[in-house]
C-alpha cells in the first residue's frame, strides 16, 4: 500500500474522534518516528510503499488513537523545550505551558548573579523541567524530587538521553520537613486539577495519565504549594526564587498564600492561551 493512500485510510478511522489537525499532527508525528520522514519528504516522495510489517505498525498506532490512549504514550516518546524525553503511564506528558516556564527562569537567570547556582525541581515526573534547565545552564547543580520511583526510573533516563547530570532523589514532599541545603531556585509544577474541574479534562488525559501527578482535594487544592512554601522559607537562599505551575482559576489565592509565607516581588503570570499559569516569587530572609 502507498503512504498516500493509507494517510486517506488513517484519516477517515478517526474523523469521528478527532478533528483534521489532530489527525494530521498523529500522522506525521508516527511518519516521523517509524520512517524518520518530514511532511515535505512526503510531499517529495508521496509514492512510497509501505510492506506488511509497516502496516501494521502503523494499524497498532491506529487502534490505540481510536481508544483516545495519548500518542506520546504509544510512541513511548515526546518532545520538550526542543530536547527529546521518553515517557510513559507513569509520568504526566510535558506541556508548552510548562515550556513556559522553563523559558521564564532561563531568561530571570541571564540578569541574576548566583554564585554556584543550585536548583531544585519538585515532582520531576519525567525530569523534563529540570533536565531542561541543566541543559540550558550547564554550569548550576540541578537536583529533583520525586515520591515515584518509577518516574524517576524514567527521569534518569531522560538525563542520560540529554547527557545531562542531575541529581535525582526519592522523596514524599508532603512528609519533608527539610531539605537539608540551599537553593537559589526552587521550581515545582506540582498535582493541581481538583476534582470538580474532572469534568474539563479530556478522555486521554483523564483515562491514561498518571492521576497521583494531576488531582488535588477540592478542599485542599493548594496543599503541595502551601508545603513548597513552607521548605522554601527554610532551604532559598537570600534573594532565591520560587517558581510554580499554577492552576489558572487559582491565582490569586496563590498570591495570598505567599504573601502569607512573606514572599516578595511576587508576579503573575500567563501561558499562551491567556490563562494564569506561572507565578514567581523572591524570598528575603
Not at 9 to 33: G, H, M, N, P, R
Not at 133 to 157: C, G, Q, R, Y
Not at 180 to 198: A, C, G, T, W
Not at 206 to 231: G, Q, R, S, T
Request: aromatic letters at 10%; proline letters at 3%.
Amino acid at each position: 500500500m502507498l503512504i498516500k493512500d493509507y494517510r486517506t485510510q488513517f484519516t477517515q478511522e478517526l474523523a469521528s474522534i478527532f478533528d483534521e489537525k489532530e489527525i494530521e499532527s498523529f500522522f506525521y508525528i508516527v511518519l516521523d518516528a517509524f520512517h524518520q520522514l518530514k511532511r515535505v519528504d512526503l510531499v517529495l516522495n508521496p509514492d512510497l510503499e509501505l510492506d506488511s510489517i509497516q502496516i501494521l505498525q502503523w494499524e497498532t498506532v491506529l487502534s490505540q488513537l481510536k481508544e483516545q490512549k495519548p500518542i506520546q504514550y504509544i510512541l513511548g516518546e515526546t518532545e520538550f523545550f526542543g530536547l527529546p524525553f521518553y515517557v510513559n503511564e507513569n509520568t504526566l506528558i510535558p506541556r508548552p505551558e510548562t515550556e513556559e516556564l522553563v523559558e521564564w527562569i532561563i531568561k530571570d537567570l541571564k540578569n541574576e548573579r548566583f554564585k554556584d547556582l543550585k536548583i531544585l525541581d519538585i515532582g520531576t515526573g519525567s525530569g523534563c523541567i529540570a533536565i531542561s534547565l541543566a541543559k540550558n545552564l550547564p554550569n548550576a547543580s540541578v537536583f529533583a524530587i520525586d515520591i515515584s520511583e518509577k518516574a524517576l526510573a524514567t527521569a534518569k533516563k531522560n538525563a542520560e538521553l540529554n547527557d545531562v547530570k542531575v541529581t535525582f532523589i526519592q522523596k514524599n514532599i508532603l512528609e519533608t520537613e527539610d531539605l537539608y541545603q540551599q537553593f537559589d531556585i526552587i521550581v515545582s509544577n506540582p498535582p493541581y486539577v481538583r476534582n470538580l474541574e474532572k469534568q474539563e479534562i479530556h478522555k486521554n488525559v483523564l483515562e491514561y495519565e498518571p492521576h497521583l501527578a494531576l488531582f488535588v482535594e477540592d478542599n485542599d487544592a493548594l496543599i503541595f504549594y502551601k508545603k513548597i512554601a513552607k521548605l522554601a522559607t527554610k532551604n532559598l537562599s537570600e534573594n532565591g526564587q520560587l517558581y510554580f505551575e499554577i492552576n489558572q482559576y487559582l491565582g490569586k489565592e496563590m498570591i495570598e498564600l505567599l504573601e502569607k509565607y512573606d514572599f516578595k516581588n511576587i508576579e503573575l503570570k500567563k501561558d499562551i492561551y491567556e490563562n494564569d499559569r506561572m507565578i514567581r516569587c523572591v524570598f528575603k530572609a
